[in-house]
């Protein structure tokens, strides 16, 4: 593993985000700032200019590079998030790809994410997509479930995280100071990660051999 496979993934978010860039802008035109998809979409960017530093990195250090990248391009606080996610993920990366690593690798990104902004499910933000991502996730690679079927799960449970917040009142961030108005919509940083959930495993299930057991590799 290297830092191609870190490129090619950061390719597919970006052409996931992109394409839905008005919708998510909207989302958050409704309830914040209005600049969360262009902050991503701005660190993404970022990151494609620095392609060949990560290439030729170790799997680890591409993830690394790509952190300290976004922390020092992206404002807002989706810079910060999203740089703890990454070294979060960097310090748990895995020799091999396997699916119980990979798993590993991301419930520490995510966790370490968690860490930098202090709330957790149930407030309304992107946590209420990939905090129960990261559960189903363990609980998929525990119950020894194929690649197949965690790919076809991961964006599920995606989805279902980010409807939930319609019905949630929002506890962080400008959307906390609508109080009850923030009812009724989908949270954007909610609906980004589900977005990029989704565009990853579609990525993954396209880029390998189906039917390949939990033990292998995943790329």
């Known amino acids: 593993m290297n830092g191609k496979l870190i490129n090619d993934c950061f390719d597919?978010?970006?052409?996931?985000?992109?394409?839905h860039t008005d919708?998510?802008?909207q989302l958050d035109q409704q309830i914040g700032d209005g600049d969360h998809i262009y902050n991503l979409i701005r660190g993404l960017e970022a990151l494609r200019a620095i392609r060949p530093q990560i290439e030729t990195a170790e799997f680890g250090e591409a993830l690394r590079l790509a952190a300290n990248k976004v922390l020092s391009t992206v404002g807002g606080s989706s810079g910060p998030l999203l740089a703890s996610l990454l070294l979060g993920m960097s310090r748990t990366a895995p020799q091999e790809c396997t699916v119980a690593e990979v798993a590993n690798m991301y419930v520490a990104g995510v966790a370490a994410l968690q860490q930098r902004g202090k709330t957790g499910k149930g407030s309304k933000t992107m946590m209420d997509v990939l905090i129960p991502v990261a559960e189903r996730f363990r609980e998929l690679v525990d119950q020894g479930a194929t690649?197949?079927?965690?790919l076809v799960e991961l964006?599920?449970?995606a989805e279902?995280?980010?409807l939930s917040t319609r019905d949630m009142l929002a506890l962080k961030g400008r959307a906390s100071f609508l109080g009850e108005r923030s009812l009724g919509h989908i949270d954007p940083g909610a609906r980004s990660s589900q977005v990029i959930i989704t565009a990853l495993c579609a990525h993954i299930a396209d880029s390998r051999e189906p039917t390949e057991p939990?033990?292998?590799?995943i790329s």
Do not use: F, K, N, Q
């Open 214 to 217: 939990c033990h292998e590799e």
């Open 160 to 162: 279902r995280g980010m």
């Open 155 to 157: 964006p599920r449970e």
């Open 147 to 150: 690649v197949d079927e965690i």
């Open 12 to 19: 597919a978010v970006y052409v996931a985000l992109v394409t």
């Open 23 to 25: 919708e998510i802008a």
